[in-house]
């Protein structure tokens, strides 16, 4: 078994953020069983390493390793694909053909966007899992195959099950062992290490100098979400790499190229830990009208599973419930949005709203610089910073920080108490 800084010099990852450790350590742990594994992650995090690694760390190294790319098969091919088919299976067939099962027996198949997976297929799947067993299309021979599968997908596997999309025997059958790659915001501190590798291979391949970050534009990119992860950080690399003149890209260059303006914010704080600048006021608006939004949501869905229950299965209490559930506000009320106008007077006579920003970066108002230590902010320091802007805006009153809160006036006092404000 090779040690995690072997593997990742032969495949090339950069990173030291301890999740991603933990998932490679994993990968390698695991890599000498026949267990099958299951990969989850955002789109560009390099699930495709995971595959790799656990094949080269096995003992079918020496077999073949197919890495299928489920989502690009088209439905009509895919059991072919996966599993051969007979000569005259249909138009087309002239000869039998070998499937990708049975070309890497004794090797390893990685399962690219398995949620793809039509159900058709996915039966089949199961069957070769649990015994090794499968038939080519248009044929009744039962053969078997020695394969092992790692599979992998992107968060919205759960949804799949729940609308019945994906199999969920398959699901636990595929995900003995899960290893979860986290997204690139949630690995800050990788983020230049992957830019200044990427810089200088596309500086090697263009055979141009280098691309170097000032101090703020590094700053920048680091708190910069990357909604489509490392692979959005690769190609953002080699387009400044071949596109931009002045090689040192400044703070303003930097705000150019990655706006944040149609992104969904990262909540920031300030390295004094107390000032939230006019910025970081409307990103965190956004958020808490979004959370309001679930909130509403949620009543709702709760509101109905109620209603469609026997009143006798709460004693009585259906009223009471619903009461709890919609904390006093009827629904309608609820789910209108209020208008939100968090910006300074003096700086935004008339503000821009939420669906389109135009955020000034000339100024400084907006300075990405002084956040510090992101991974502290828990959820109950958010929520406090939350109210806290909330009570400001309206001055302390509490009935319309509620109201703008989505919460009830009640709940918004016992708050206040909880957090000392
Ligand atoms: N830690 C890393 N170090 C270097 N390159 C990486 C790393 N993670 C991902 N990449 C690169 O990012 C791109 C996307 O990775 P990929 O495995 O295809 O993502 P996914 O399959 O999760 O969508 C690839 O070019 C890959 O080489
Ligand atoms: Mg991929």
């Known amino acids: 078994m090779d040690s995690l800084q072997t593997i990742k010099q032969r495949f090339g990852i950069i990173g030291n953020n301890t999740n991603l450790n933990r998932a490679l350590e994993k990968a390698i742990q695991v890599a000498p069983t026949d267990i099958s594994v299951l990969v989850i992650g955002e789109s560009g995090v390099g699930k495709e390493f995971v595959p790799k690694i656990i094949h080269n760390q096995s003992h079918r190294k020496h077999n073949a390793y197919i890495a299928v790319n489920c989502g690009a098969i088209p439905e009509g091919t895919i059991d072919s694909e996966l599993f051969g088919h007979e000569k005259g299976a249909f138009t087309g067939a002239t000869q039998t053909r070998k499937g990708y099962f049975e070309v890497a027996d004794g090797g390893t198949i990685f399962l690219d966007e398995v949620g793809e997976l039509p159900l058709s297929t996915q039966v089949r799947l199961l069957r070769i899992l649990e015994s090794g067993e499968f038939m080519k299309v248009g044929s009744s021979e039962i053969q078997k195959t020695n394969v092992r599968v790692v599979a992998a997908t992107n968060v919205k596997l759960k949804e799949a099950i729940e609308k019945g999309k994906f199999r969920e025997d398959l699901y636990y059958r595929l995900n ?9 915001r949630d690995r800050k501190e990788d ?13 090697s391949k263009y055979r141009m100098p280098h691309i170097e970050l000032s101090p703020e534009a590094a700053n920048y990119i680091a708190n910069y979400p990357w909604p489509g992860n490392i ?13 931009e003149k002045e090689r040192v890209i400044s703070h303003e260059k930097i705000t150019q190229l990655l706006p944040l303006s149609n992104m969904m914010p990262t909540v920031t704080k300030n390295a004094d830990g107390t000032k939230t600048d006019f910025m970081e006021r409307e990103l965190l608006f956004k958020v808490l009208l979004d959370m309001k939004k679930d909130l509403n949501d949620l009543r709702a869905l709760t509101l109905d599973l109620i209603k469609t229950k026997d009143v006798n299965d709460f004693n009585g209490n259906t009223q009471e419930l619903i009461q709890r559930v919609y904390n006093e506000k009827p629904a309608e009320e609820s789910t209108t949005l209020p208008s939100v106008n968090i910006f300074r007077q003096e700086q935004t006579p008339t503000p821009p709203t939420f669906s389109q920003p135009t955020y000034d970066y000339s100024d400084d108002v907006y300075d990405v610089s002084p956040i510090e230590e992101p991974e502290s902010l828990s959820l109950q320091e958010n929520e406090r910073e939350m109210i806290k802007l909330a009570l400001e805006k309206h001055r302390g009153k509490r009935k319309l920080a509620a109201d703008e809160l989505g919460i009830s006036e009640r709940t918004l006092y016992r708050k206040i108490k909880q957090y000392h404000l």
Not at 231 to 238: D, G, I, M, S
């Open 176 to 184: 003995t062992i899960q290893i979860d790659l986290p997204p690139l």
């Open 191 to 203: 983020i230049n290490l992957l830019f200044r590798k990427f810089a200088s291979d596309f500086a």
């Open 231 to 243: 692979r959005q950080l690769r190609n953002f690399a080699e387009q400044v790499s071949v596109v």
